[in-house]
T-cell receptor, first 117, second 108 residues
Framework: GAGVSQSPRYKVAKRGQDVALRCDPI?????LFWYQQALGQGPEFLTY????????KSGLPSDRFFAERPEGSVSTLKIQRTQQEDSAVYLC???????????????FGPGTRLTVL | GQNIDQPTEMTATEGAIVQINCTYQTSGFNGLFWYQQHAGEAPTFLSYNVLDGLEEKGRFSSFLSRSKGYSYLLLKELQMKDSASYLC?????????FGPGTRLSVLP
């Protein structure tokens, strides 16, 4: 497709379950970002990949959060033992250049809305 | 941290002009983005400012003052479809920090 896609669009999990959220970036984009967006708030940075390398995971809130991008394209964000505070929209964004480039527009996917009961 | 401040909500009338302000911490700053986000949808890019001044793109314009840590997004000839959240995002080094967003309601 032409844009960033994410699946599933909606996910309901029981507290304690593990979930996996998928992101398909725009083909050829070097950079991939994951963000967490709480209701009524702006996106908060979670982690960044340049190709297959995870260069920044400073925003991951706990060791229950894990992300990978093994072949430098599709990425998966995994949350283990989900808690109610994990309920949010998880956004993925990709950009053509590395994030150190002076100008680097991010293209966002529609997000996955995670609800933990 | 790098606090980004925006008004939470604004209301304007169809056909009018509205200005959405954003303030940010200046230390380490190297660029400012504006995104539009309709409810339940992805943020979409509107503008990018790195130098002082006004950037105009059709009905939308964005202004930056680096010394004041201030930006605004100006929307002219408002249309109902402009009802959305507007996100200000500042770049610090290689990091992008988003504001909380301003929810704009355009009334007929």
């Amino acid at each position: 497709g032409a844009g960033v896609s994410q699946s599933p669009r909606y996910k309901v999990a029981k507290r304690g379950q593990d979930v996996a959220l998928r992101c398909d970036p725009i083909s050829g984009h070097v950079s991939l970002f994951w963000y967490q967006q709480a209701l009524g708030q702006g996106p908060e940075f979670l982690t960044y990949f340049q190709n297959e390398a995870q260069l920044d995971k400073s925003g991951l809130p706990s060791d229950r959060f894990f992300a990978e991008r093994p072949e430098g394209s599709v990425s998966t964000l995994k949350i283990q033992r989900t808690q109610q505070e994990d309920s949010a929209v998880y956004l993925c964004a990709s950009s053509f250049l590395g994030r150190s480039a002076s100008y680097n527009e991010q293209f966002f996917g529609p997000g996955t809305r995670l609800t933990v009961l | 941290g790098q606090n980004i401040d925006q008004p939470t909500e604004m209301t304007a009338t169809e056909g009018a002009i509205v200005q959405i302000n954003c303030t940010y911490q200046t230390s380490g700053f190297n660029g400012l983005f504006w995104y539009q986000q309709h409810a339940g949808e992805a943020p979409t890019f509107l503008s990018y400012n790195v130098l002082d001044g006004l950037e105009e793109k059709g009905r939308f314009s964005s202004f930056l003052s680096r010394s004041k840590g201030y930006s605004y997004l100006l929307l002219k000839e408002l249309q109902m479809k402009d009802s959305a959240s507007y996100l200000c995002a500042a770049r610090y080094g290689q990091n992008f920090v988003f504001g909380p967003g301003t929810r704009l309601s355009v009334l007929p």
